[in-house]
């Protein structure tokens, strides 16, 4: 399009070099560049129409197929590194990866909490998909706050396993992804009872469906929960468990352990029990800043090539030209640039905390849970405002889901609430902020 | 902050700024300089903070309120105070980043998007904070305005450079508005032709239900 050759010949820096300073650290960019092409071209994406004239049956499969392939093709080029691994998936599917909580949750998790014998006994299979597992915690009746979980696990002697229940219906484990369709195990977090005494919230291994037929286990209800303004694919998904009775060694014992006699004896320290969540709420940042980048980079071209009004002399107008249009977009195109900043610095602590002594990593904690709870509030409040802007600034057009823009916007809306909502999340700030 | 007022250690640099002391600024021949800006935030944070501090160690001083309830009663303003400390560690973060930028083409334009960041954001809703402290006068928040439209004109040249520096794919951008060619009108054509409703001619829905009412 001329107007947009026109508009880089004006260009007065060498954007190959902002490009690799901006992206210098975390995010690789030869590297992100080499798996992403790697993934588009795949044949594949021309056997489908755009996901957006898909029912939600029909869209479903297909992103299970392609996952599928997906992860046959991440293996066959050798694709180890977990950060490398999802971007080759998500580039494949469109980021709608359907085993996105099973590598970012479900497999972390278990690096996390399980013991050595655990870990020999499950890693490999869900490295291998033997098993597509996801993390279940929120319940129906129950978000942000923790301490009050109902879902009980209780320790039976005489079968040496634990009992675990959803005793009301507010009990109900509620939103978790992949958990409706997809997943057939679950990390369960359910409140430990052991002789007696209830013992806090722990993380359980739970089988959820049968590995050959797909059918729900006895005594597990589970299901795709009502549909939501966008993550068609996230198949979110209610959990409903009575009385399942699973092994004593399902429980991930590495902080905490229940012996034969029933005794509870803490291990480590039970923050660390939130350490994936932390991991997870980082990435969100960075999510967040890479969403508003892409809305304002379609809103900009968009109006670089759009033509109205007329100025005195009676030629139509380059949109880009309007101050008003300026006014909208340009603070989202900073904006970007600073939350991308913003995600790299956070970043850059993250990995410095990670890297210390256990003891350090506890004494470091506070601060790092409120940077990273205020950074995912912030970012992705503003970016959702923004991409809204960024919608309308491109007129009717921007109201088609072809545009893109309207997916993006209701992925930032999701993110306003997942992972904590943005309000809660800067309570936590603002503690952190009172005690220092 | 009490931690300050005793003169111990931080454990962390992200509110290092509330060790500051320095409280005075002209702002008016300032704002060139874009260490400024990341002053004026610290400074609006800090005193948001301190202000807090000392009114809760009034309310405990003179009511019973558990610590909890006092929270819960402050909420607002505690949320208002954790936005803020937050717009100083991103406008921090994005200085320090790009203060380090060797070529001087990318310096100069990353600069300017960072002056229109933290211009923007002063602007937006907070500048109540800012009068209130004396940080800003009604004059400087007049000359950041004027600024601001200067920023836009400046960054105009380059806004196109500047999206096509975040290296996405077409297939990444999946936007029939934002793709690399510009060739816009053609593909809002193309994805409408492949509308399944399109397949046929005539929509079965026609047939069905408004062919017989036509003939009546």
């Known amino acids: ?436 | 902050y009490q931690q300050c007022e005793n003169g111990e250690e931080l454990i962390s640099p992200t509110v290092a700024y509330l060790k500051e002391t320095a409280t005075i600024f002209s702002p008016i021949s300032n704002i060139s300089n874009l260490e400024y800006y990341c002053k004026i935030f610290e400074l609006r944070a800090r005193r948001l903070i301190k202000d807090m501090y000392t009114k809760l160690l009034e309310i405990a001083a003179s009511t019973s309120q558990s610590p909890y309830e006092t929270f819960l009663e402050n909420s607002i303003e505690l949320v208002h105070i954790a936005r803020c400390h937050m717009e100083t560690f991103i406008i921090r973060s994005f200085y320090d980043k790009i203060k380090v930028t060797s070529d001087s083409s990318v310096q100069n334009i990353l600069n300017q998007l960072f002056e229109l960041f933290a211009v923007y954001t002063l602007l937006q809703n907070q500048t109540y904070d800012f009068v209130k402290f004396t940080i800003l006068s009604a004059d400087t928040i007049e000359l950041l305005k004027k600024r601001y439209q200067q920023l836009c004109t400046k960054i105009r040249p380059n806004a196109v450079g500047l999206v096509d520096a975040f290296d996405f794919h077409d297939k990444e951008l999946n936007s029939v508005l934002g793709q690399y060619d510009g060739d816009v009108y053609e593909a809002l054509l193309e994805r409408a032709r492949l509308n399944p409703s399109n397949k046929t001619k005539i929509h079965p829905a026609w047939n069905n239900n408004l062919l017989s009412l036509m003939k009546e």
């Open chain 1, 1 to 436: 399009n001329v107007h947009l050759l026109r508009e880089r010949q004006k260009t007065t820096f060498d954007i190959e070099k902002l490009t690799q300073f901006i992206y210098s650290d975390y995010f690789e960019v030869d590297a992100r560049r080499k798996l992403s092409r790697q993934a588009y071209d795949h044949p594949i994406h021309d056997t489908h129409l755009p996901l957006e004239y898909l029912d939600s049956n029909d869209y479903y499969e297909t992103l299970v197929r392609k996952s599928i392939i997906a992860t046959d093709e991440a293996e066959k080029l050798g694709i180890s590194d977990s950060k490398h691994l999802m971007w080759y998936l998500g580039a494949f599917t469109e980021e709608r990866v359907a085993f996105s909580l099973h590598l970012r949750m479900f497999v972390p998790t278990i690096v996390m909490m399980a013991t050595d014998e655990q870990y020999q006994q499950y890693l490999e299979l869900a490295k291998k998909f033997k098993i597509i597992g996801t993390y279940c915690q929120t319940e129906l009746g129950h978000g942000s706050d923790l301490r009050r979980l109902e879902t009980i696990a209780v320790f039976e002697h005489s079968s040496d396993s634990f009992i675990i229940d959803t005793p009301t219906i507010t009990a109900t484990k509620f939103w978790p992804g992949y958990l409706g369709r997809t997943a057939n195990y679950v990390i369960l977090m359910a409140q430990l009872y052991t002789n007696g005494k209830n013992c806090g919230l722990q993380p359980f291994l739970v089988q959820i469906r049968d590995f050959n037929t797909h059918e729900p286990l006895p005594g597990i209800e589970v299901g795709e929960i009502s549909g939501r303004l966008a993550h068609e694919a996230g198949d979110n998904g209610y959990l409903r468990l009575t009385n399942v009775r699973i092994p004593r060694n399902q429980m991930l014992m590495r902080l905490a352990n229940v012996d034969r006699n029933g005794n509870f004896t803490r291990l480590g320290d039970s923050r660390l029990v939130y350490a994936t969540m932390l991991t997870m709420r980082v990435s969100l940042c960075a999510y967040n800043a890479i969403l508003l980048a892409r809305a304002t980079t379609i809103a900009i071209r968009y109006s670089a090539v759009r033509y109205q009004g007329q100025n005195d002399k009676g030629n139509e107008m380059q949109i880009l030209d309007y101050p008003l249009q300026q006014d909208k977009l340009f603070p989202c195109l900073a904006t970007s640039y600073a939350f991308i900043c913003s995600f790299s610095r956070l970043n850059q602590i993250y990995e410095n905390v990670m890297a210390s002594k256990p003891d350090e990593i506890l004494q470091q904690l506070p601060d790092i849970h409120s940077l990273s709870a205020g950074l995912k509030a912030m970012t992705s409040s503003i970016s959702e405002r923004m991409s809204q802007i960024c919608r309308l600034s491109c007129g009717g057009h921007g109201y088609l889901i072809s545009s893109g823009l309207v997916g993006i916007r209701l992925i930032l809306d999701a993110g306003c609430t997942y992972e904590g909502d943005n309000s809660v999340l800067l309570q936590q700030t603002a503690k952190y902020l009172l005690k220092m």
